[in-house]
Nanobody
Framework: QVQLVESGGGSVQAGGSLRLSCAAS?????MGWLRQAPGKEREGVAT???????RYAPSVKGRFTISQDRAKNTLYLQMNSLKPEDTAMYYC??????????????????????WGQGTQVTVAS
């Protein structure tokens, strides 16, 4: 069982920046960041495939950057120009190559088996 540990959330003013990190304890394939605001469904924010292909939700494209350090087994999400509507619990997710739950994110089915505990991001106006 792979564990994902997120860090880097917090409270910022609108226009500010935060960098989220997700450390994986074992082998993963595709990875992504999803978020869930109170009363709303979980939505995909950004994904990265095994070959390095990245995809972004239209609402964050141009502001957020997903990246990965395979040597450190760590996933990142750099969030710039934050808006109040970005306020949510952010989750790191990872696939294992088989099994998991499928999500339709930015026009592609992503299958994730492992989940982090979530890190809160709050953007004040």
């Amino acid at each position: 069982q792979v564990q994902l540990v997120e860090s880097g959330g917090g409270s910022v003013q609108a226009g500010g920046s935060l960098r989220l990190s997700c450390a994986a304890s074992g082998y993963t394939t595709n990875m992504g960041w999803l978020r869930q605001a109170p009363g709303k469904e979980r939505e995909g924010v950004a994904t990265i495939d095994v070959d390095g292909t990245t995809r972004y939700a239209p609402s964050v494209k141009g502001r957020f950057t997903i990246s990965q350090d395979r040597a450190k087994n760590t996933l990142y999400l750099q969030m710039n120009s934050l808006k109040p509507e970005d306020t949510a619990m952010y989750y790191c997710a990872a696939g294992s190559g088989y099994g998991g739950t499928s999500y339709w994110i930015t026009g592609v089915w992503q299958q994730y088996k492992y989940w982090g505990q979530g890190t809160q991001v709050t953007v004040a106006s």
